[in-house]
């Protein structure tokens, strides 16, 4: 399956101040696979070691950092010759070993000429306890699950790929039914590789669902594996309120639905957890739609999103028929699967999405990016029949900030004075890097 990642992973391997680059990432977005691929494809040998499994990585780091018989000891555990230049040394799991991480910092200042790369499916939690972590001395890349352009590359549809890319949203739209069906399918499966790979193999829609549940399970074991009692407790409560956080009006995250009188600061850590895991996307609100729209940022409401589409339908329990036939997928739970999925398509440009409300009255704009000089006021409809009255009302309250919104909806495309509307599908085309 094709990933956009590898042409990042290449720029990585060709700058020339690479340092050991960190991937981050949560449990079955494809790290591994892609480090595999990634050193297949531009590298001459792999020496990939697990050190969550492999028992003589355990002490590999904790005599010294000496690189010469660090690499010594990588050659002997995986029978490959490592070249400076010709060949990717991957450390997977890194957390799992003392001292692993520290050692990126001398891999950097003692041996920069060989290609290091270290992930983990818990190492984003081992750096938000700032654990040993080699400050300016490692490269880092997220990576999340499949967008919706690597969903289609991945069907097989690569020629719908490829309009995104000629500019023509007249063209686009002569396919849109074609369009629609797939993005049916991607609110259904997700972007999770396993279960993608697995669902365009045979299209099983049952087997969706179970990997997607597996998947789950191995969060819920990782929680439980690494947290006390207490905490594991705490993370699951707010991990289970997401189906129904997402689901209201309102989508601001509300303590009191994990359970009664719930307070901030029982929850802090546990909503933390989940976000140095990958688990979830925290989308704070701004106060302002200025730039830079940090300045802005009020810590203490914000909304929670799943990592992915095809999990939170796994969550919620709906079923094929809700998502696949007729507009369900897109009317119901009041559009919580179009705001997760166009969540889910800013995250994978690199795009850090805020929200805005109103202090004194319901009004609210799903969410608030900066692109370049631009904030952008962005509002989300599920539907054809749209009206995106608070994102009107508040560019024409604050002409000083020269705002143009844009709403992504199921109609075509439109450009206004005030506002350009683009269809859901056509998201990847308008945010093209």
Request: one cysteine or more; a negative charge; glycine letters at 6%.
């Amino acid at each position: 399956m094709e990933r956009k990642i590898i042409d990042k992973l290449r720029q990585w391997k060709d700058a020339p101040s690479r340092k050991p680059l960190i991937l981050l990432g949560a449990r079955q977005v494809g790290k591994t696979w892609i480090m595999r691929h990634f050193g297949e494809l531009e590298f001459e040998s792999v020496a990939y070691i697990n050190c969550d499994v492999e028992p003589l990585a355990k002490d590999l780091f904790a005599a010294d950092y000496s690189i010469p018989r660090i690499l010594l000891a990588l050659q002997a555990i995986t029978g490959v010759k490592i070249e400076a230049g010709k060949t990717l040394v991957i450390l997977d799991e890194l957390q799992e070993v003392s001292r692993g991480l520290h050692s990126l910092k001398y891999f950097q200042e003692n041996a920069p000429e060989y290609h290091v790369i270290a992930a983990g499916s818990l190492l984003g939690i081992t750096l938000g306890q700032g654990e040993s972590f080699p400050v300016g001395k490692v490269n880092l890349l997220h990576m999340y699950p499949m967008d919706f352009e690597e969903f289609l590359m991945a069907a097989g549809e690569d020629a719908l790929c490829e309009l995104f890319h000629k500019g023509d949203w007249e063209l686009l739209h002569v396919f849109r039914d074609k369009y629609v069906d797939l993005l049916r399918q991607y609110y259904y499966v997700g972007g999770m590789p396993e279960v993608v790979e697995h669902y365009v193999e045979n299209h099983d829609l049952r087997e969706v669902r179970m990997r997607q549940s597996d998947i789950l399970e191995a969060y819920r074991n990782d929680i439980s594996k690494h947290t006390s009692p207490m905490e594991s407790m705490r993370i699951g409560q707010v991990l289970r309120s997401l189906p129904s956080q997402l689901a209201k009006e309102n989508k601001k995250f509300i303590y009191n639905t994990l359970k009664k009188g719930a307070r901030a600061a029982e929850y802090e850590l546990a909503i933390q957890w989940l976000i140095d895991a990958g688990i979830v996307h925290k989308v704070c609100r701004v106060k302002e739609l200025r730039q830079p729209l940090k300045f802005y940022e009020d810590l203490g409401a914000f909304k929670l999103f799943l990592l992915d589409a095809g999990l939170l339908g796994c969550m919620a329990g709906a079923s094929a028929s809700q998502v696949l036939v007729g507009e369900n997928a897109f009317q119901e739970f009041k559009g919580a699967f179009t705001e997760q999925f166009v969540l889910q398509q800013l995250i994978a440009k690199g795009i850090e999405p805020y929200y805005w409300s109103s202090d004194s009255t319901p009004a609210e704009i799903d969410f608030v990016i900066q692109a370049g000089d631009r904030v952008i006021p962005v509002e989300v409809k599920a539907e054809e029949n749209v009206r995106a009255k608070s994102m009107s009302e508040y560019i024409k309250r604050h002409p000083q900030y020269h705002l143009k919104g844009l709403r992504i909806s199921m109609r075509g495309y439109q450009n206004q004075d005030w506002m350009e509307n683009i269809p859901l599908f056509g998201l990847s085309k308008y945010f093209e890097e």
